[in-house]
């Protein structure tokens, strides 16, 4: 099965593409040909979700899924939420990390959950998938693999970052993991 996913960040785009496996091709913005920034303006990772997925559907006419994923830490209020990316600039991973550590640097409260949720535009459907793992925040960064908030993400019953876990092992445990292995059912089960 071939789908158009969303997305031009490549971390993702390898992410999705493991865990969904060598059944689907997913093919990302950039084969497609579109090099646009696409908004995400919605104050919630589903409308931002949809918001992409219903871009890409208007402006290219194909059956695609988009996703937003998130960072909501406890003692901040669910920040940095749907700003996850922006949280200290434009996608500037290593700043992010750093305003996350001065924030919580006088916390004690650490909890905090990875959010992903996929908006599927296939055919007449529009369905929402979502996937959260569960963790605290760490007080210092721990491992070089991953990307955005890894280094310093710790989930529930375990005692390494994802960092330092490698993708596989992240994959079948991550938010994106979960969320991405409900799209598959999904799509298998069609």
């Not at 785009?13 to 040909?33: K, M, T």
């Not at 303006?41 to 559907?57: E, I, M, P, R, S």
């Not at 925040?137 to 890894?150: A, L, P, Q, V």
């Not at 989930?155 to 409900?182: C, Q, T, W, Y």
Request: glycine fraction near 10%.
């Amino acid at each position: 099965m071939k789908l158009v996913f969303a997305t031009n960040n490549a971390h993702k785009l390898d992410e999705v593409r493991q865990i969904l496996g060598p059944g689907f091709e997913v093919i990302s913005l950039a084969e497609l040909g579109c090099h646009e920034d696409i908004p995400e303006t919605a104050d919630t990772f589903q409308g931002n979700a949809l918001q992409k997925a219903h871009w890409v559907k208007e402006h290219y006419g194909v059956d695609c899924f988009a996703d937003d994923t998130g960072l909501e830490v406890t003692a901040l209020g669910g920040a940095p939420g749907v700003h996850s990316a922006r949280y200290a600039g434009d996608h500037d991973s290593e700043a992010n990390i750093d305003k996350l550590l001065h924030e919580l640097e006088k916390k004690s409260d650490r909890s905090a959950q990875f959010r992903t949720v996929i908006a599927l535009l296939l055919q007449d459907r529009e369905l929402l998938f979502e996937g959260i793992v569960k963790g605290h925040i760490s007080t210092e960064r721990h491992g070089h693999g991953g990307f955005g908030y890894d280094p310093v993400f710790v989930p529930e019953g375990f005692d390494e970052s994802f960092s330092e876990m490698g993708p596989e092992n992240k994959n079948l445990i991550s938010h994106r993991g979960r969320a991405v292995g409900k799209l598959a059912d999904y799509l298998k089960s069609l």
